[in-house]
């Protein structure tokens, strides 16, 4: 109980300035803004800018190039392959597993743990250790293939065409599920279990369970698990990078790792602005919707 | 009956799911133990016949593992420490004032989350380099704040909305000022959320590539990831070196998530699941 004298006495901070307590919240607020205005908005404006720069003046040249290049279409249509693939098979996955964990099953305390771990460590190593499982001549993969007659001949996972992106995907899809499981599975455990008594009593089976009580239970912690995945997806490039570099070619090329070729490796600083610009585009149109939704909430 | 079967195949999936998503790490330490001869054999030996720590000792004694991985342990403390400090005051600010064009600002900082990183390089590394910050730590702290500030200030703002405001007057009625509120209140009780954040933090700055790999160029200042990414592109690889390499470049991440899961995946599902 507050000492009712006191509170009545009280009439702001009681240090020697008075401040009026909306300014104090700026106060707080200012370091985060101000930084990130310096660190974050004024370097993608330059990008802009620089994107838009032709000798003499300002001009669209380099968004002309690069939209009659095809090799930018190309990119995006593989970046577009690569980030659904991945997304998708991190929701169908992570969705399948966090139902399998959800139940009592033994040791599942310990799996929630462990299965976090493709996700924390660095992208770059779990492009690495996929790119030795998939190694042609000496990984293990081809090894478990070829013993169990699947295959006739070592696959070249990582060097042929076809197989390459599916490789990278591969990788992705080992690296990124856990995430959207371990939160499925919280979104899982928020449901109240009285919902599923409730259907059962009305005579739902395990799939109208599912379809009418588990689905709309997750709906908002899915879209933030697509939104969230999705974002990040479009954005990955060490694993890309350490993997195959973008080959073979520029077969495994997404936009991250092109942008970073037509920078550092061909000079073409104008050139790689455009692109990044318009991956950054993409990129706010594809969670626009997302944005909305969360600052609806607010 | 019926659940006894479904427990049944619940546990053949998770025994599945284990050994997929653990065979990847298993595979590193066999290799790494492996000399380089047996890590090329046809096919593969499923254990090291002559287990030995070499690829470990040639990381830390001929290679320059030591610095890399202090150049990493730096460089992501300050970017975890800062930016979840930063990000927490703000976070405050946000939750507890009342202010003018707040959601806009909120808005635009869950917007900035958004902007990938290969679109600011470039005037980073111009930048940097007339500041004189190219090819420092500084500089790539810097850098990576902001990847790290923005969801950092939006992790924090979920923990500090759920601190009820009773408490913040029950402080104010004591004496305690809004710095003394926010320092002596809020923060201790949304603790678990601020480990969550600053370890987010860590594993953001601690993984990163794109970066280190723009922003730097001399040996000194290669962190763990780039040195490991490097060694990938070579033309002629040693696995075994790699793989500890990689182990090496995993651990810390590793350990720090073992240590901290309970508040980590706690606070990374309280956002998500909220409302």
Redesign the interface.
Known sequence: M??AS??AA?DG???GFRIR??A??????A???G??VA??????L??LR?SFSVPGGLGARHYIQLLSDPLFWQVVRQTAVFVVASVGAHLLLGL??AL??A??????GL????????W??????????????L?P????LN?LL??AGLIAQPLEWLTRPGLAPLSVILANV?RGF??VM??L???LQ?IPQDLYEAASLDGAGPWARFRFVTLPGLR??LV??LALDT?WE??R??LV??MT?GGPGTLTEV??TQ??KQ??HFYR?EY??AM??A??VL??AV?LPY?RM??Q?? | MRLRLGTVLATGALVLLSVYVLFPFGWMLVTALKTEQEALRIPSTWWPHQPTVDAFVVMWTRKNYGLYFLNSTVISLSTAVLSSAVGALAAYGFSRFPLRGGSFLMGFILTTQMLPGVLLVGPYFRVLTALGLYDTRTGLVIAFLTICLPFATWMMKGFIDGVPRELDEAARVDGCGWLGIFTRVVLPLSLPGLVATTLFAFLLAWGDLLWVSTLTHSESMVTVTLAIARTVQEFYVNWPELMAGALIGGLPSIALYLALQRWFVQGLTAGAVKG
């Open positions: 507050p000492d006191r509170a009280w901070p009681r240090r307590e909306p104090v919240g700026y106060l707080f607020v370091p985060a803004v930084l990130l660190v974050l908005v004024y370097p993608a330059t990008t620089l399948g597993a399998a964990v139940g009592p099953i033994p040791a599942r799996f929630r743990v462990v299965a976090l771990l493709p924390v460590v660095p992208d770059v190593v779990a492009g690495i250790v996929w790119k030795w499982i190694n001549l000496y990984g293990v090894d070829l013993a080992w856990p995430f371990v939160i599975l919280a979104g928020a908002k912690v933030v698990a974002i479009v954005r490039f060490g990078q350490a570099g936009l991250s942008v970073f920078y550092f600083f790689a602005s990044a610009v991956m950054t990129l706010l969670s944005v969360i600052m909430e607010e």
